[in-house]
């Protein structure tokens, strides 16, 4: 019988970590130092990237780890915490079931917010069963406790969160889901962006929202969202 070690999980995480964020940069859902990811290790810190690097070409060594609090306990020297710590940590202590975050800036779900836009009424039924409805946050000081407040009536309810004004937040049991959430958050900004442009979204009957509904809480109990 073979055992995985702490450190054996922590490598593996970086390793996905930097692989996430060069798929941020090259969905173009970040650019230049935007967005942060993070995930929990065993010990129950949290393994993050560092403030002010490009995303997309980070080298596993300039991650950093810090406890629940947002202190920095690890890093290569120079290398300190995102600054938008909090709303990750903010998750990660209200939703113990949650590993990973994902913090990006998708443009067009960021231009919905701009212009008031909300992506919670469900329209796409692929959509509706992966993410349910994709509420939007107020605006909150980015680099402050305020960006978890921000989020606190939406955490247990929802893994997607757009951040208005900001960006969006997904989140999940693996990096890669939080990633796969985040894209789906732009494909649906996309497709109600087309819509608008051939003349508006057309929402479906209430019985058909009703069976998506159960779907995805049939999905949800299996653990296949």
Same mark, same amino acid.
């Given at each position: 019988?073979?055992?995985?070690?702490?450190?054996?999980?922590?490598?593996?995480?970086?390793?996905?970590?930097?692989?996430?964020?060069?798929? %941020?940069?090259?969905?173009? %859902?970040?650019?230049?130092?935007?967005?942060n990811l993070s995930a929990r290790l065993p010990d129950g810190s949290i393994l993050m990237t560092p403030a002010g690097l490009a995303k997309g070409m980070?080298?596993?060594?300039?991650?950093? *780890?810090?406890?629940?609090?947002?202190?920095?306990?690890?890093? =290569?020297?120079?290398? &300190?915490?995102?600054? #938008?710590?909090?709303?990750?940590?903010? *998750?990660?202590? &209200?939703?113990?079931?949650?590993?990973?975050?994902?913090?990006?800036?998708?443009?067009?779900?960021?231009? =919905?917010?701009?212009?008031?836009?909300?992506?919670? #009424?469900?329209?796409?039924?692929?959509?509706?069963?992966?993410?349910?409805?994709?509420?939007?946050?107020?605006? =909150?000081?980015?680099?402050?406790?305020?960006?978890?407040?921000?989020?606190?009536? $939406? *955490?247990?309810?929802? +893994?997607a969160i757009l951040l208005a004004y900001h960006g969006a937040l997904t989140y999940g049991v693996t990096l890669m889901q939080a990633f796969h959430r985040? +894209?789906?958050?732009?494909?649906?900004?996309? =497709?109600?962006?087309?819509?608008?442009?051939?003349?508006?979204?057309? !929402?479906? !009957?209430?019985?058909?929202?009703? #069976?998506?509904?159960?779907?995805?809480?049939? $999905?949800?109990?299996?653990g296949r969202i």
């Amino acid at each position: 019988m073979t055992t995985t070690s702490h450190a054996d999980v922590e490598m593996t995480l970086r390793a996905e970590m930097v692989h996430c964020g060069r798929l %941020l940069y090259e969905r173009g %859902l970040i650019v230049a130092g935007d967005g942060n990811l993070s995930a929990r290790l065993p010990d129950g810190s949290i393994l993050m990237t560092p403030a002010g690097l490009a995303k997309g070409m980070l080298q596993v060594d300039d991650l950093v *780890v810090v406890d629940l609090d947002g202190h920095l306990l690890r890093g =290569a020297p120079g290398r &300190q915490p995102s600054s #938008e710590r909090y709303l990750h940590l903010f *998750v990660y202590r &209200q939703r113990s079931d949650i590993m990973a975050c994902v913090h990006a800036h998708p443009p067009t779900a960021v231009g =919905a917010t701009l212009a008031g836009v909300s992506l919670a #009424e469900p329209l796409l039924p692929e959509a509706l069963i992966a993410l349910g409805p994709i509420p939007t946050a107020p605006y =909150a000081l980015t680099g402050t406790p305020e960006m978890g407040e921000a989020i606190a009536p $939406f *955490v247990a309810d929802h +893994e997607a969160i757009l951040l208005a004004y900001h960006g969006a937040l997904t989140y999940g049991v693996t990096l890669m889901q939080a990633f796969h959430r985040m +894209e789906q958050i732009e494909h649906c900004a996309r =497709a109600l962006l087309a819509a608008h442009l051939f003349g508006g979204a057309r !929402p479906l !009957p209430s019985e058909r929202l009703a #069976e998506l509904a159960e779907v995805r809480r049939a $999905f949800r109990a299996a653990g296949r969202i």
